[in-house]
């Protein structure tokens, strides 16, 4: 009898190359992260970007958060500031996302970004995914691996349950454990909450020491 999640796999040393090797080739894969499960490609690549909308049947006017392993693997794409290394410092890796601006220069495929002038950044705590980062010579994009607008999955069933086998690897991580998307933080100017999320904005308010306004 056919395995139906054959495309569901546990992750060790094997799979972990194979995650790469199909990342590398501008495949999409699908892993876990603290928040939800994202659906991840090069956010280099004009290709995997391309893959992801179409894929989630996203509208190409709403960006994508793109994921890096450190602060070290953000200075070529984006410019930082002081309220954010304060937050970076206090809350990641972990379930926050910062829009910044981008960098003139910056790799990201342009479309990854709604062809805006910022880019939202994150820094994911699950294991599994930072030791993709780790690993990778780019960043992943990775929205939440669901159809738009759809409920986002908090495990590898919930992805299967939603694209089938349209996702040749779908790493199975476990129960997210926030199970919501992360805080987004708009930094480009007077900062700004975008999107509510796990963690609160009196947090936020007392680590940058100023009123954060709300969307």
Do not use: W
């Not at 190359?17 to 894969?29: D, F, Q, S, V």
């Not at 989630?56 to 954010?84: A, C, E, M, S, T």
């Not at 199975?172 to 904005?201: A, C, F, M, Y």
């Amino acid at each position: 009898m056919e395995n139906i999640y054959s495309n569901i796999f546990s992750f060790n040393k094997k799979i972990l190359k194979k995650t790469i090797k199909a990342l590398n080739k501008g495949n999409l894969a699908a892993l876990p992260t603290e928040t939800v499960y994202g659906l991840a490609g090069n956010a280099y690549s004009k290709y995997s970007i391309d893959s992801i909308y179409r894929l989630k049947k996203r509208p190409k006017f709403n960006p994508l958060i793109i994921h890096y392993y450190g602060y070290k693997q953000i200075l070529n794409d984006v410019v930082v500031n002081d309220n954010f290394m304060k937050l970076y410092k206090e809350f990641c890796p972990g379930p926050i996302t910062f829009i910044l601006k981008r960098k003139l220069n910056s790799k990201i495929e342009p479309s990854a970004c709604a062809k805006l002038k910022s880019v939202a950044i994150r820094f994911p705590k699950h294991r599994i995914t930072r030791s993709i980062l780790k690993k990778i010579k780019y960043p992943l994009a990775m929205p939440s691996a669901n159809i738009f607008s759809n409920i986002s999955p908090v495990c590898a069933l919930d992805v299967y349950d939603e694209f089938k086998k349209k996702i040749h690897i779908i790493i199975n991580g476990g129960q997210s454990k926030i199970g919501i998307e992360s805080t987004v933080i708009d930094l480009t100017n007077k900062p700004k909450i975008l999107r509510p999320g796990k963690i609160e904005i009196s947090k936020l308010e007392k680590i940058l020491k100023l009123k954060i306004k709300k969307k």
